[in-house]
Nanobody, 124 residues
């Protein structure tokens, strides 16, 4: 059974930082790409970023590029989302996702498994 469990969400002021974590189990972690999506109230779920299995290639949405960084620890089956310079528009539920695709894109359909999500709220 595949499980993705996010943690680290919370309330932060604009300009602050948060680090989200995602613990994965039930997959061959080191060979699967890991990513993050988010969904703000009343909006569509959107791609945040992805890190490929090799850890050397990442891709980000333009809205977070330069502020967010995805990393992974294959020894611990963990993936992280470091979020800096947070803005109120970053407020959303953040979902950890995974896929066996070698080159996953920004489409939700590229990702087979999803976590339950963790709330991030950025106050102005």
């Amino acid at each position: 059974q595949v499980r993705l469990v996010e943690s680290g969400g919370g309330l932060v002021q604009a300009g602050g930082s948060l680090r989200l974590s995602c613990a994965a189990s039930g997959i061959s972690f080191s060979t699967w790409a890991m990513g993050w999506f988010r969904q703000a109230p009343g909006k569509e779920r959107e791609f945040v970023g992805v890190i490929r299995w090799s850890s050397t290639t990442t891709d980000y949405a333009d809205s977070v590029k330069g502020r967010f960084t995805i990393s992974r620890d294959n020894a611990k089956n963990m993936v992280y989302l470091q979020m800096n310079s947070l803005k109120p528009e970053d407020t959303a539920v953040y979902f950890c996702v995974t896929t066996s695709r070698v080159v996953p894109g920004p489409s939700q359909s590229d990702y087979r498994y999803w976590g339950q999500g963790t709330q991030v709220t950025v106050s102005s």
